[in-house]
C-alpha cells in the first residue's frame, strides 16, 4: 500500500504511458486469483479517474499479486505505509480518536499494530477476511476525495467493530486505547494510564443523546458535525490531492 500511495501522489507528473502498457495491464488483470472489476465500473463508483485506477492497480498489484490482501499482510502494508508504525496526529484538534489515519497529516512515531487490526476490520468491507482492490479504491476515494458526510460515515463504521449498526461504549474503548496505547508515551506530557477512559465517557456522553447506551449513525454525524475541532481535522483530507 506504500508503493500504492506512492505511485498516486506522482501521478500529476506523470506522463500518459504508450497503448501497449494498457495491453499489458489489461493481460496482468486476468491473471491474479482475484480480477477487480472493470474501470469504468469503478471510476463511477469512485472520485477517481480510469487513469488513476489503473495506476493504483499497478500499485496494488505489486504489493499483492493474488489480488486480495489478509490481514497479516496488511499489517505489513500499513507499516511500510507508515513508517515505524507511524501515526498522525492532528494538531489542535481533541478529537483525534475518531479520525482515521491520512499521509496528509502529521506524524509520531508508534505500534500501529493493534490499529491495523481495526483500519483492516474497516477497509474488508463485505467481512470476508481479506481486502479486494475495490475494497481498497473505495475507501482511499472516501477517505481523500469524499465529502464531510462520507468519511464521518467511514470513521462510524471503523468504531462500530461488530457491524451492527451501533458504537457501544466497550467498542469505543477498543479503538481508543489502541491509539492512546500507540501514541500515549511519544506525547507530551506523558498521558495518564486512565486518559482514554476518561476520554471515552466524554465521548460517550456528548454523542449518546437519547442515553439508551448506544451510538447511532445519527446521532454520531449529528454531535461530529456540533465539534469545530473534529471539522478542521476533516477538511485536512480535502487538501490531500
Aim: aromatic share 12%; proline share 5%.
Amino acid at each position: 500500500m506504500g508503493a500504492v500511495m506512492g505511485t498516486f501522489s506522482s501521478l500529476q507528473t506523470k506522463q500518459r504511458r504508450p497503448s501497449k502498457d494498457k495491453i499489458e495491464d489489461e493481460l496482468e488483470m486476468t491473471m491474479v486469483c482475484h480480477r477487480p472489476e472493470g474501470l469504468e465500473q469503478l471510476e463511477a463508483q469512485t472520485n477517481f479517474t480510469k487513469r488513476e485506477l489503473q495506476v493504483l492497480y499497478r500499485g496494488f498489484k505489486n504489493e499483492c499479486p493474488s489480488g486480495v490482501v489478509n490481514e497479516d499482510t496488511f499489517k505489513q502494508i500499513y507499516a511500510q505505509f507508515f513508517p515505524h508504525g507511524a501515526l498522525p496526529c492532528l494538531e489542535g484538534s481533541p478529537c483525534v480518536e475518531f479520525l482515521p489515519p491520512s499521509p496528509a497529516l502529521l506524524f509520531c512515531l508508534v505500534d500501529a499494530s493493534t490499529y491495523a487490526h481495526y483500519l483492516f476490520n474497516a477497509f474488508d468491507a463485505t467481512q470476508t477476511g481479506s481486502v479486494k482492490f475495490e475494497d481498497f479504491v473505495t475507501a482511499l476515494s472516501i477517505l481523500l476525495r469524499g465529502t464531510v458526510h462520507e468519511k464521518l460515515r467511514w470513521t462510524f463504521n471503523l468504531y462500530d467493530i461488530n457491524k451492527d449498526g451501533y458504537i457501544n461504549k466497550e467498542e469505543m474503548m477498543d479503538i481508543v486505547k489502541a491509539i492512546y496505547d500507540m501514541m500515549g508515551k511519544y506525547t507530551y506530557p506523558v498521558l495518564k494510564e486512565d486518559t482514554p477512559r476518561q476520554h471515552v465517557d466524554v465521548f460517550f456522553q456528548k454523542m449518546d443523546k437519547n442515553k439508551d447506551g448506544i451510538v447511532t449513525l445519527d446521532e454520531f454525524l449529528e454531535s461530529c458535525q456540533e465539534d469545530d475541532n473534529i471539522m478542521r481535522s476533516l477538511q485536512l483530507f480535502q487538501n490531500v490531492m
